[in-house]
């Protein structure tokens, strides 16, 4: 196994495929609000983010166990899907938000303690490691469900490094 | 001695499943489970689940129990509910079946079918001291956890990378436990890769091909050793010392088919299922006319389609007693068999398929 094999075999993403394409970058840089990031690249069964979506971003699935893809002209980065998506795989990324230097990321988040907006948090990769600081903007509920969506100002060149956020005490 | 129309045995997933759709279907239904509380394993869940909105996804697994629940006590006239009661034996020559309520009273009672949803057991790996305190099943882990409110330690080994291994891992983490590390015998996870990202981003490790090798300590668990294996499952490399006070085995499960097997069920060793199972047909009949069976104990799955099963079997027992006729019967069955094909056809799934075709017969020809 390679290194990049093993990583993979155990939950981390290693490169674009299938279920985990970045969004074309054109749109993306212009895209007020932001685009969805959807990291689920394997074939299992479940389909909310396609019968949450409420604007028909997240494509029909032709077959339940299908890996989401995505029209990025209906994302609208609404971020249902963030907070519906059972396997946490949904992150929304504004790249228009903060001007050159800053994005920002809406992020699941089902961890105590809750982020305060306005505090600073540790903002991680795909395997935990800290990568740079984040400031919470705003803390949502969209289910009511106790999944919360934090939105997180972070550097603009990180947002494909961040997936996670590490309240910091 | 009593009788009843329709026992349903295990108040899980299946088993509140199958008697709702039995009970609705006009059934006289009989429920016992040994646990203090209805909803086996669901009430422990506290992740969303995935499926469709029939099985209904993005809900928490606890919450599925409490609408199951709901469903059930909207049928109260025709359920008899027993917790807290174990099905003790199956007697083939008259067909009772002998429980035990609470700690000792027994009694006896005679159904006109039974559903078998009695779920599964733990499997554990034996290594040199697995006997310490600190050594936990998943089950128990989640159980103190998740029933009652108490976290099992403070930094944990998880051991198997399969969903119960991931989402337990996960769970721990709400608890706020630390997990230092998860083994797993495999050269990949076998559960849902999106529930390894989600512990992975925590800063979780996993090994892949390691195991445990024994648990350090005098009277209880203060470390773990672990060691990388070959993809012949043995030892190589060097044997690695953690510090951790909770080793967590989340290794596979067995289906609980003991009541099948007194029941003279023909019987197949299935491993795709993980154990022995109950040959059955597509109404989920077993080989004895009037014993059904779902969930777990007709091999190891999601509760997702436990729930789909416990949905074919109580609808199957009720139209073996001419509650439902044959049109409204097929029309329902094909339905949940289209649900389950489509909880069954992924990676995870192509598995599960593989050993249900092993033990499915056609029909048996009654």
Redesign the interface.
């Known amino acids: 196994?390679t290194e990049k094999e093993?990583l993979f075999?155990?939950?981390?993403?290693t490169e674009s495929r299938k279920g985990a394409i970045e969004p074309p970058r054109d749109l993306w840089e212009t895209k007020k609000n932001g685009l969805v990031i959807i990291?689920?690249?394997?074939?299992?069964?479940?389909?909310?983010c396609h019968?949450?979506c409420p604007t028909g971003a997240v494509k029909p699935f032709s077959?339940?166990?299908d890996q989401p893809s995505i029209d990025y002209e209906k994302c609208t980065g609404c971020a249902r899907c963030v907070a519906?998506?059972?396997?946490?795989?949904c992150v929304v990324v504004d790249l228009t938000w903060g001007g050159d230097k800053d994005a920002l990321m809406k992020l699941p988040y089902?961890?105590?303690p809750m982020p305060e907006e306005g505090a600073t948090v540790d903002c991680?990769?795909?395997?935990?490691?800290p990568v740079s600081k984040g400031k919470v903007i705003k803390v949502t509920e969209p289910?009511h469900?106790k999944?919360h969506v934090v939105h997180v100002e972070v550097p603009k060149d990180k947002v494909m490094d961040i997936?996670?956020i590490?309240v910091v005490k | 001695m009593r009788q009843t129309e329709v026992m349903v045995i295990g108040g899980g997933p299946a088993g509140l499943s199958a008697a709702i759709e039995a009970a609705t279907s006009g059934c006289e239904v009989t429920l016992v489970d040994s646990d203090l509380a209805l909803g086996g394993q669901l009430i422990k869940q506290t992740?969303?689940?995935?499926?469709?909105?029939d099985e209904r996804?993005?809900?928490?697994g606890f919450k599925i129990a409490e609408t199951l629940m709901e469903e059930l006590e909207a049928n109260k006239d025709r359920v008899t509910i027993h917790s807290n009661c174990t099905a003790t034996g199956f007697y083939a020559e008259d067909g009772v079946v002998s429980c035990v309520h609470g700690e000792d009273d027994y009694f006896r009672i005679k159904p006109t079918r039974i559903i078998m949803a009695t779920g599964a057991q733990e499997r554990l790996l034996p290594f040199p001291n697995n006997h310490l305190p600190g050594v936990y099943g998943a089950g128990a882990v989640q159980t103190l956890m998740n029933v009652y409110g108490v976290v099992p330690g403070k930094k944990v080994l998880m051991v198997g990378?399969g969903n119960i291994g991931?989402i337990v891992s996960y769970q721990l983490?709400?608890a706020?436990v630390q997990v230092v590390g998860i083994v797993?015998a495999m050269?990949?996870?076998g559960g849902?890769?999106?529930?390894?990202?989600?512990?992975?981003?925590?800063?979780?490790?996993?090994y892949?091909r390691h195991t445990v090798k024994e648990a350090l300590g005098d009277k209880i668990v203060t470390g773990a050793v672990i060691q990388e294996i070959d993809d012949k499952f043995q030892p190589t490399g060097a044997e690695v010392n953690i510090d951790v006070d909770v080793i967590c085995m989340a290794v596979g499960l067995t289906p609980t088919c003991e009541l099948l097997w007194q029941a003279g069920c023909q019987m197949a060793f299935v491993p795709q299922l993980c154990g022995y199972v109950a040959q059955r047909d597509k109404h989920m009949r077993t080989s004895n006319d009037d014993i059904w069976v779902a969930g777990d104990a007709a091999g190891i799955e999601e509760a997702?389609s436990a729930m789909v099963e416990g949905r074919i079997a109580g609808l199957g027992v009720a139209k073996s007693l001419g509650k439902i006729d044959s049109g409204e019967y097929s029309k329902r069955l094909a339905e949940f068999a289209r649900r389950l094909a489509?909880?069954?056809?992924?990676?995870?799934?192509a598995k599960i398929c593989q050993g249900i075709a092993c033990c499915t017969v056609n029909e048996w020809g009654v």
Not at chain 1, 84 to 89: E, T
């Open positions: 196994m093993k075999n155990s939950g981390v993403l990291e689920c690249p394997q074939r299992i069964p479940c389909n909310p019968t949450s077959d339940i166990n519906v998506c059972p396997g946490l795989a089902e961890m105590l991680l990769n795909r395997v935990g490691e289910m469900d999944t997936r996670a590490r | 992740h969303k689940f995935f499926g469709s909105k996804a993005g809900t928490r990378a991931l983490m709400q706020g797993e050269d990949k996870i849902y890769w999106v529930h390894a990202a989600k512990v992975r981003r925590m800063g979780v490790p996993i892949l997702s489509d909880l069954r056809g992924g990676e995870v799934g």
